[in-house]
């Protein structure tokens, strides 16, 4: 779930407010989360199929700035369309391969470019 909210505190508020939430909410719940500041860059990797309408609405969110993310893209048929939006591109080919085979190595690849923290990884993606 993803909650936006506005705040006015500084860094000290910011962090009781994290310790009150954690404890009074969080883990009576047994929640994972975090707060990520509007300011910070998030990481996203955005896997598409052939049907290439949802990067583009990624791309059109991007390029307006209403979406403050570095994105990695693995699209096949559109790495001009990609980069020129200067947006990283790997793409991972499925052909004559097994699925297992190209997920590690897209897991490998997250882990690489710091989209994916090795301390959520299970044993089967290592």
């Not at 719940?29 to 049907?51: D, N, Q, R, T």
């Amino acid at each position: 779930m993803r909650l936006e909210c506005n705040f006015e505190l500084s860094d000290t508020q910011l962090i009781d407010f994290e310790n009150a939430f954690q404890e009074s909410v969080a883990s009576q719940y047994k929640m994972k989360w975090i707060i990520h500041l509007a300011s910070e860059k998030l990481k996203m990797a955005v896997f598409v199929s052939k049907f290439d309408h949802c990067l583009y609405d990624f791309l059109s969110r991007y390029k307006s700035g209403e979406l403050n993310i570095e994105i990695i893209s693995n699209q096949e048929k559109l790495p001009s369309v990609v980069e020129s939006f200067a947006i990283s591109f790997h793409y991972t080919s499925l052909t004559g391969r097994r699925k297992m085979s190209v997920e590690a190595t897209q897991t490998r690849l997250l882990a690489r470019l710091v989209i994916m923290s090795p301390m959520n990884w299970t044993s089967d993606q290592l």
